[in-house]
């Protein structure tokens, strides 16, 4: 599968961002998409999920309450609604999918596919 992140741009802290993941290629729906971000000379981390299997979403503390995760399978496409951006959620953000399990949605390295990122900056 490969996955095509955009959406990003220049935001005030406080507004609103959608990001978008399509992937192309078959067996989308049998994939967990997960969001990570990388900061500039930080290492990656993970953002949220969200389930293969029962489209559940899986947020780190940081963006719980603020970020929101949904799938569309018709359009094979998987969003992250960022709100009330804060300048520390400054990054470039990748999507990536993999047959992964709820145990291991942190971990990059079980995800066998990545996109190629999109930036996010958040200031005023």
């Known amino acids: 599968v490969q996955l095509q992140a955009s959406g990003g741009g220049l935001v005030q802290p406080g507004g609103s961002l959608r990001l978008s993941c399509v992937a192309s290629g078959s067996d989308f729906d049998y994939y967990a998409i997960g969001w990570f971000c990388q900061a500039p000379g930080k290492e990656r981390e993970w953002v949220s999920c969200i389930s293969s299997l029962d489209g559940r979403t899986y947020y780190a503390g940081s963006v719980k309450g603020r970020f929101t995760m949904s799938r569309d399978s018709a359009r094979k496409t998987v969003y992250l609604q960022m709100n009330n951006l804060k300048p520390e959620d400054t990054a470039v953000y990748f999507c990536?999918?993999?047959?992964?399990?709820?145990?291991?949605?942190?971990?990059?390295?079980?995800?066998?596919?990545w996109g190629q990122g999109t930036l996010v900056t958040v200031s005023s």
């Open positions: 990536a999918a993999g047959r992964v399990i709820s145990s291991s949605m942190q971990d990059a390295g079980a995800y066998g596919y």
